[in-house]
């Protein structure tokens, strides 16, 4: 990429890294990202096998809201992509601040799922796992947040870099859907018929 492509993917504001190079960098954030929730995924099956394992039966309606809020704000995105992708950057704008509008609110629908969980006594601590569905979807959380923060500089400029966003969110949202799954589809008698399957002895 030239420099005044590079300035123009920047919005114009001074140096930055090339198009290319930002995408890269984007894949191997979401491997790391990948590779570190498939690490609590494997955890959370271990841990399902012992006896004491009581799996979560009660799923509050603001995870539904959740995943309809997520599937909004990828979305939102992809508009923007487009809209940037036609050279109409203030239309782009308008579409990447509705998605992080839309960000916000799917964190805080996180925030009142909890209190709902803790409200059915699906406390943090009264089952192990309990523990992990705080852990994974704080972390999920944790990382919806953090790419907000990111995606300020690129609603400011209304570059390219909002095609990182769009596609960022767009793995945000399978991996939620992976989640959910985990959650709650999971059960101690399929991940006990996996193990022996495998052959890995189970308490």
Known sequence: MSAN???????GNGPAWPQGARRTGLWVFMVVVSTLFGLFGVAYMMRAAYE???????????LYCSTGLLVLCSLAWELARRHVAAGR????RSAS??????SAMFVLSQLYAWQAMTAADYGVAANPANSFFYLITGLHAVHVMGGMVAAAFAVRKAGEAIGLCAQYWHFLFVLWLALFALLFMV????????????????R
């Open 187 to 202: 059960t101690p008698d399929l991940v006990r018929a996996f193990c022996s399957t495998i052959g890995i002895p189970v």
């Open 89 to 92: 950057r203030d239309a782009a």
């Open 52 to 62: 004491d394992w009581r799996p979560i039966t009660y799923v509050p309606w603001q």
């Open 5 to 11: 492509a590079t300035l123009r993917a920047n919005g």
């Open 97 to 102: 601040i509705g998605a992080l509008v839309l």
